[in-house]
């Protein structure tokens, strides 16, 4: 071939494609018609289960309101999606490196843990020193806690959900004794409770100047900044490119000299630092302080919100958001309208059960997608 | 079921002989035209040769005619009747069978076992008469010469055996029509000789046989009639002895092909690469590699044929730094590299195509782009740091592939939606568009059309002609005689002989033998 030639078909071959309808179809339509399906079927079950029409009505009037209906419920749904969008890319990242982290439940805790104690010592210590120390904490806690789960996998070959299994009912009952006892326990408590955050260490409100009552708090930018690195590590450097790699092929990664042991800890590490990040931004800008049960399982709902955002970390966001704004609308729904919460749970179930099986959603809304050209 | 058994008797009676018409069968997968008005008659008494490369749309018709695919347009005439198949289910009672190429047997039963699975003789009570079935197995058996033991374990047999068994199923069948695809993939010279007796036989049998293959000498030695398929189309028809290799080729291609690879004079330079006493273990412990030495010069291409499963897998594996030498020394250039890890041995120079290309030479769900940058991603210009450098990937990868001759549309596209000689194609320019020194080749042109390997074969006596050391894995004898300057047989883990052109061109046969593990 003349080098004329040569670069003419190098040229060519630079040109990419726009995105196809497939492309489209998986990323926007499949989501977008399991969530409408999961709600009109949460909307079948409220009726099956006795509630009137008109109590329908106005329950879903009430989840909109109570999630984007005002600028407060606008700050219900950032405070609550905030742990679930952290989490939930750490399981994403863990996915496409080929893991399963079923573990960030326990490394939300122990995250939450590790910030608590750092958030309730070192008085008089300034804020734009004790919020990031704290937040490092809680990551580096989950960090070193989902380790353990990769240390194990690549040193013994032991299945990571297995062991991420047995550290969340590790870190579980970690937690329960550690409030039973000091330094933790709150002085003159008997009841399992932490001491409380410090206002040095707290995460500040964004808008209690406008209303007292807006949560919302700076934990967003922690979001927002991650969202960013672990876009930025996936697609544009070499250590994402590894994780990638290794995750669609551990074969041909192993084949190009790629550290599989190291990918695999490194991957842990990092997802244990996004929950444990998840679960500092929860004690530290909303709780105060832990509890038993502070975590609310924010780390098994994230593992939904990682499938549903298809562990892309823009999708993961967006993902978030949604199951924040079912949560916050979900209490609105159950003052208003008197519906169980456990309506939101059953959905959020149904979204996931339509987005695992996308040819569920082809084959029942034919009409929303072009024709499979092969297969 | 005794239905089966029935029909076998009423067969073996009064043979009957089917003559098959495809009439201007039309198979579409959306946009995709994989047959486009194909005529084909196949006649008992006869062996159909059908040729064409990969995705020409010789198994997509073959499909169609074993029942796994409905034709969009055209017609099925048996013995001059339309018939219609809904499934593979209604194309067996009509008496078509097809032996596939990836043997469907259960390896823990025997063979009568496997032959009537699916369709067991029974008696009262749903009791299943193994002792019937064995007797049927027998008769057919005796009847064809197949010579197959029916109380036999299927993974203690050969796999030329094992074939036997499939053609033993089809005609348990009561098959008058078998299609086989690709048959001889699998099996060593010898047993191909054996395979061909058989087919033979069978067409003297009065069965009607399609012979589905990419090989030209396969399709002079045993078919009666030539049909060359080409995007679907049948493109020309031959005979043996009188169509020439040339023409069928270039009716299959589509262009005038050369077969002889031309090399350059054998001017060997200095040892390069030095295997002592290397054992290397498999998965489980036994032992793959078996205390081997040999060595390998610059600017000489060392073939390494053998059968599948003789260790060839490992040695690849331990030379390039995916499996671990127990005992012994690998030298190159006179530095020890014996356990240096894959990525070193890239450093060093290393181009390796490795045996299984889906497996571990790409990644499929990646682009072109990423796969080419697979395995040097971590280093200028690629990257800097830890940051990945896409523009320099990508301009690279695009020029890699338009002067490796990789076809696709765009770099962006999944490198899984290729062909699978343009996905090996790529793995070659990935490999050997840097500065190497040595080329480590497993089954380099396996599955792949006639454009493809006479393209990578160029490749690799351009890379041993410029001074690299080459080491080429194949179970193809062709391959290896066609490419190698020393051909080493390996057998159960050894060297068991040793071919140095000039000295003495080997033939097929003796090497053939060599790997059937008789040493001369």
Redesign the interface.
């Known amino acids: 071939?003349s080098e004329k030639d040569?670069q003419s078909?190098?040229?060519?071959?630079?040109?990419?494609?726009a995105p196809g309808r497939a492309e489209f179809e998986d990323i926007v339509v499949v989501p977008v018609l399991a969530v409408l399906v999961a709600i009109i079927l949460g909307g079948l079950i409220m009726l099956a289960t006795g509630v009137s029409p008109a109590n329908i009505g106005k329950a879903f009037v009430a989840l909109f309101n109570g999630s984007f209906g005002s600028l407060n419920a606008v700050s219900e749904t950032l405070t609550a999606a905030a742990p679930l969008t952290l989490a939930g890319l750490g399981i994403a990242i863990a996915f496409r490196a080929g893991l399963f982290n079923i573990g960030a439940e326990g490394q939300v805790i122990v995250g939450g843990v590790a910030a608590v104690v750092v958030g309730f010592s070192f008085a008089g210590m300034p804020p734009i020193i004790h919020v990031p120390l704290a937040l490092l904490a809680g990551a580096v806690a989950g960090a070193f806690w989902a380790s353990i789960a990769g240390w194990l996998r690549a040193a013994t070959g032991a299945h990571e959900v297995i062991i991420t299994i047995m550290l969340n009912l590790i870190a579980m009952r970690l937690l329960d004794y550690l409030l039973r006892n000091p330094p933790i326990q709150k002085e003159g408590r008997a009841d399992p409770i932490s001491k409380n955050v410090l206002p040095s260490a707290e995460l500040p409100h964004l808008f209690d100047w406008l209303d007292p009552l807006m949560r919302v708090h700076a934990g967003i930018f922690v979001v927002m900044l991650a969202v960013i690195f672990i876009w930025w590590l996936l697609f544009?450097?070499?250590?994402g490119?590894e994780f990638?790699?290794a995750g669609?092929?551990p074969?041909?990664?192993?084949?190009?000299?790629m550290r599989s042991g190291l990918i695999i800890v490194l991957v842990m590490a990092l997802a244990g630092a996004l929950a444990g990040l998840a679960g500092a931004n929860q004690v530290l800008g909303v709780l105060g302080r832990v509890s038993p049960n502070f975590s609310g399982g924010v780390g098994f709902d994230a593992i939904a919100v990682a499938l549903l955002g298809r562990s892309h970390p823009v999708g993961v966001l967006l993902a978030g958001l949604l199951f924040g704004a079912l949560q916050a609308g979900g209490r609105q729904m159950q003052v208003d309208a008197g519906v169980s919460l456990d309506v939101i749970a059953i959905i959020q179930a149904l979204i996931i059960i339509f987005i695992a099986a996308p040819m569920l959603m082809r084959g029942v809304f034919s009409f929303a997608f072009a024709?499979?050209?092969?297969? | 079921m005794a239905a089966p058994f029935q029909e076998v008797q009423s067969v073996r009676q009064g043979a009957r002989s089917l003559d098959i018409e495809l009439r201007a069968i039309t198979k579409r997968f959306g946009d995709l035209v994989a047959n486009s008005n194909v005529n084909l008659s196949i006649r008992g008494g006869e062996i159909l040769g059908l040729l064409g490369e990969n995705g020409a749309g010789k198994s997509t018709l073959m499909n169609v005619l074993s029942g796994f695919y409905r034709p969009n347009e055209g017609q099925i005439l048996i013995d001059g009747k339309q018939v219609q198949f809904s499934g593979p289910g209604d194309a067996i009672r009509a008496g078509i069978g097809m032996v596939h190429q990836h043997f469907m047997l259960v390896p823990v039963f025997t063979v009568a076992e496997n032959v009537v699975l699916g369709v067991e003789p029974t008696g009262p009570v749903d009791y299943l008469d193994m002792k019937k079935a064995r007797e049927q197995v027998r008769t057919i058996n005796d009847e064809y010469g197949l010579e197959v033991d029916p109380d036999a374990l299927i993974e203690d047999l050969p796999v030329g055996i094992q074939q036997r068994v499939e053609i033993l199923k089809v005609l348990f069948r009561s098959a008058e029509v078998l299609v086989f695809d690709e048959p001889t993939a699998v099996l060593t010279p010898q047993e191909v000789t054996e395979f061909y007796k058989i087919v033979r036989m069978l067409r003297d049998a009065g069965k009607a046989l399609v012979f589905i293959t990419h090989k030209l000498h396969e399709i002079h030695e045993v078919a009666d009639r030539i049909s060359v398929l080409r995007g679907g189309k049948i493109v020309g028809e031959g005979f043996p002895g009188k169509t020439s290799d040339k023409e069928l080729a270039e009716m299959m291609v589509g262009r005038p092909v050369t077969f002889n690879v031309a090399k350059g004079d054998f001017k060997p330079g200095a040892t390069l690469l030095e295997v002592k006493n290397m054992t290397v273990l498999r998965d489980d412990d036994s032992v793959a590699v078996d205390d081997v030495s040999f060595s390998v010069r610059s600017g000489e291409i060392v073939g390494i044929a053998g059968v599948q499963g003789n260790g060839q897998t490992q040695l690849e594996e331990a030379l390039s730094g995916l499996r671990r030498v127990t005992s012994g020394t690998v030298k190159f250039d006179g530095a020890d590299i014996t356990n240096s890890s894959a990525r070193a041995l890239h450093r060093m120079g290393f181009a390796h195509v490795p045996e299984d290309r889906q497996h571990s030479g790409m990644v499929s769900d990646f682009s072109i782009a990423e796969n080419m940058a697979l395995n040097t991603y971590y280093a200028e210009p690629f990257s800097h740091g830890i940051v990945m450098d896409w523009k320099t990937v990508r301009e690279t990868s695009a020029r890699n592939a338009a002067a490796f001759d990789v076809r696709t549309s765009s770099i962006y596209k999944p490198a899984g939606e290729l062909s699978g000689g343009n996905q090996q194609k790529m793995i070659i320019a990935r490999e050997m568009s840097r500065n190497t020194r040595f080329l480590l080749a497993s089954q380099p042109t396996r599955g792949l059309d006639v454009g493809s390997i006479e393209y990578i074969h160029k490749r690799i006596v351009a890379a041993r002609d410029e001074g690299d050391g080459v080491i080429i894995i194949s179970s193809e004898l062709d391959e290896i005689l066609a490419l190698s300057d020393r051909i080493l047989v390996m057998f159960k883990g050894r060297i068991v002989a040793e071919f140095a052109d000039g000295v003495r061109q080997p033939s097929k046969n003796e090497i053939g033998l060599a790997m059937a593990g008789a040493v001369a």
């Open positions: 071939m040569l078909v190098t040229d060519r071959l630079l040109q990419r494609a544009r450097s070499t250590i490119f990638r790699a669609l092929n074969e041909a990664a192993r084949y190009a000299g024709k499979q050209s092969k297969r």
